[in-house]
């Protein structure tokens, strides 16, 4: 043999080592799939909370169809129960303190009654889905500075 000839692996070693990338190959494409579907699930409602103002718009407002406020409430019921079903939960921020994690101060009031950075009002309801924030909260912040 020459200087410059290199000796070959035993087989089961190139097979070993075969078998290793091929095993993080694997694991790596799972975890990129999870990761685009638990992306495309959170576009997906995403797109479906304007949907979720709407009807609340709706029911807040007087109706004098019973039958057509029921119809309204009906599917607003329906949509909650989905988005619960996907793990999306909306925000309970009135009269907590703000957190910019979870909500967006669109507007502060100067106020004696309400502690400093309660949230007075919410304009907008946020969500969060398996714990991450969806969409913030718009709210409006008493004696912020």
């Given amino acids: 043999m020459g200087i410059f000839s290199r000796r070959q692996p035993p087989v ?11 095993q993080n190959y694997r694991r790596r494409t799972a975890l ?5 579907e638990a992306k495309a699930t959170r ?13 609340s718009r709706a029911l807040a407002c007087p109706c ?20 619960s079903s996907l793990g999306v939960k909306p925000m ?4 907590r303190m703000f957190n910019p994690t ?8 100067v106020d004696p009654q309400y502690r400093r950075d309660e949230i007075v009002k919410v304009l907008r309801v946020g969500f969060t889905m398996d714990d991450e924030v969806i969409r913030h909260a718009r709210v409006v912040v008493a004696n912020c500075e």
């Fill in 43 to 55: 576009q997906t409602v995403a797109a479906f909370l304007s949907l979720y103002d709407d009807l």
């Fill in 32 to 36: 990129e799939l999870e990761t685009a």
């Fill in 64 to 83: 004098g169809d019973p039958a057509f406020y029921k119809g309204v409430e009906l599917i607003y019921k329906s949509l909650l129960g989905t988005l």
């Fill in 102 to 109: 979870y909500h967006e101060a669109v507007e502060r009031i």
């Fill in 92 to 95: 309970d921020s009135l009269g």
């Fill in 12 to 22: 089961d070693d190139r097979w070993e080592a075969l078998n290793a990338e091929y």
